[in-house]
């Protein structure tokens, strides 16, 4: 690996605690973003003559640091020349002692703090993607199912609109926790989904993302204890991540799940998911979608073998999840819940019902699991026609050499 190549491999994986930690002394999200942009510099400039650093993430923070808090002395020194010339300044209050009580966490700071209602939901959530989860814009479009125009102008006008409104870097309390908590939940989910199944890039994981998303799920259901939706995220992020190391081969490829070596599932995991699931369910009298989609998620893990799953349940819980929060998606996933338990051609008659819905013409799955429910009924030559057509649409290098072979088999 070359020095650039350690640069870039480390500042992905740190980008969000050095935005999140220079963010705490700059108070602006724009600029701690243009900040941590100028510490990648100055490793691209320094590494490859002085060599990788030993702790090249503490060295990228530190630097980072160092320009935040240079760049506000400059500011205090400037606001001061004015002072002495008559001009009235504002004054820049002293750091707050930490509260004992508090979760001194700069990475759930940072997404409450773009999670501010003074934005609409989508540019937090597309903010957040960005600033936490390191997104591209052409990721998070995918995510939304929209355009990449679209999402950079969100990122954009969510910056100006949190720098003018002069949001504080923290963790709200009472009433305005509660407000913020749709979308804080909706990005942690967002950001475990990119390192769960990358919509782009050579590899299928993007495990830091899932690692930072459960440790945020984590802090937030010990932060807000009584909510049954967090412990409802928690439950599903852990049964999720459980499957992981079973989810790619030993060259990488996708596992699919009837496939995959389930004694390689993490039963620790799936103990914390099953106890998340009881907290939240105890706490609800009517699940929520977090809830529900971690119901589903345990379905699968009590099942020993892959033949022995629930299928009648799992499409009966999608159905309490559409109403729940209806999306195409959430349909589509349904169509093969029910294929499942009741046969292909009915799941078929479901996905061919979503086939002129706008939000799926570039989504991959919907040919996928079109070509799939193809291949049960035997129409072989349309079931390679629609993974040849997935293949096209997907960005993930992985996912397309898997459905190429799909397309391929006789």
Known sequence: MTAQDAVEAV?????????????RIVRDVGIAEEIAQDA?????????????PENPGGWLLVTARRRAVDLVRRKETYARKLAEVGRAREDIPEPEPPDPDSIDDDMLRLIFTACHPVLSTEARIALTLRLVGGLTTAEIARAFLTGEATVAQRIVRAKRSLARAGVPFEVPEGPDRTARLGSVLEVIYLIFNEGYAATAGDDLLRPALCEDALRLGRVLAALMPKESEVHGLVALLELQASRTAARTGPDGRPVLLAEQNRTRWSPLLIRRGFAALDRGSELAGTPGPYLLQAAIAACHARAVRYEETDWATIA?????LARAAPSPVVELNRAVAVSMAYGAEEGLALVDALAADPALSGYHLLPSVRGDLLARLG?????????RRAAALTRNARERVLLLARAEQP
């Open 11 to 23: 500042f992905r994986i740190e980008r969000a605690r050095i935005i999140a930690g220079v963010t």
């Open 40 to 52: 990648l510099v100055a490793a691209l400039e320094q590494w490859p003559g002085e060599g990788v």
């Open 316 to 320: 009966t819980l999608y159905g309490l």
């Open 379 to 387: 129409r072989e030559a349309e079931a390679r026609s629609e993974f």
